[in-house]
């Protein structure tokens, strides 16, 4: 699966946006990108994901660039429960996929 | 959304023993199922791959006679940390795929700690 790029930590204030991007350069004409977060000892919760065109949904919305090398995950109106780390991954949408977990962005929604 | 449960969600264990960590997928037929580990502070670390009937395919450098893994059916995964020593504490993690026509989507479990002491 392509390897992504992510910050490792970024602040967001209460109530505004917050805005993780990911690059993803190598990433294949059959791969989707696929958003999960991880609160404090807790399992992954998927968030959202897409191929080509913008997603939303009650979460999140996922904006992905035209050439697809990079995309960026909005939670429209972060609360403090937003704070956590979240992964943007790559991969197929097909049997035989493997979701692999890179470093993700620890983000920390501040009152 | 779909729910993957697992069992115990914490476990201390003494030395030497085994234990075994249940992962159910409770709304869906599971074909595939996937195990992984976490330390502290970092990301999580895929262990191996399971589909129903058959062996699991581990990742480079995960001992497959010591994590062993049985899927034995479409709702059913088990991971037994056999001969447990105090670098296997972890926070185990499985999740459940339903492999469905068009939609190959990922559920996690809440996750198991295990404490070996």
């Known amino acids: 699966d392509a390897k992504t790029t992510q910050p490792p930590s970024m602040d967001c204030a209460e109530g505004r946006a917050a805005n993780l991007p990911c690059n993803h350069s190598t990433i294949s004409g059959n791969e989707y990108v696929y958003w999960y977060r991880q609160i404090h000892s807790q399992g992954p919760q998927y968030i959202i994901h897409g191929l080509k065109n913008n997603e939303t949904n009650e979460m999140a919305s996922l904006i992905i660039t035209e050439d697809r090398k990079s995309s960026t995950l909005i939670l429209p109106h972060a609360t403090l429960r937003d704070t956590a780390v979240y992964y943007c991954?790559?991969?197929?949408?097909?049997?035989?996929?493997?979701?692999?977990f890179g470093a993700g962005t620890r983000l920390f929604v501040k009152a | 959304g779909a729910v993957v449960s697992q069992h115990p969600s914490r476990v201390i264990c003494k030395s030497g023993t085994s234990v075994k960590i249940e992962c159910r997928s409770l709304d869906f037929q599971a074909t595939t199922m996937f195990w992984y580990r976490q330390f502290p502070k970092q990301s999580l670390m895929l262990m191996a791959t399971s589909n129903e009937g058959s062996k699991a395919t581990y990742e480079q450098g995960v001992e497959k006679d010591k994590f062993l893994i049985n899927h034995a059916s479409l709702t059913l995964s088990t991971l037994t940390v056999t001969s447990a020593h105090p670098e296997d504490s972890s926070f185990y993690i499985c999740?459940?795929?339903?492999?469905?026509?068009?939609?190959?989507?990922?559920?996690f479990g809440p996750g198991t700690r295990l404490t070996v002491t």
């Open positions: 999740s459940a795929s339903s492999g469905l026509a068009a939609s190959y989507e990922q559920y």
């Open positions: 991954i790559v991969r197929v949408n097909t049997g035989g996929f493997k979701t692999i």
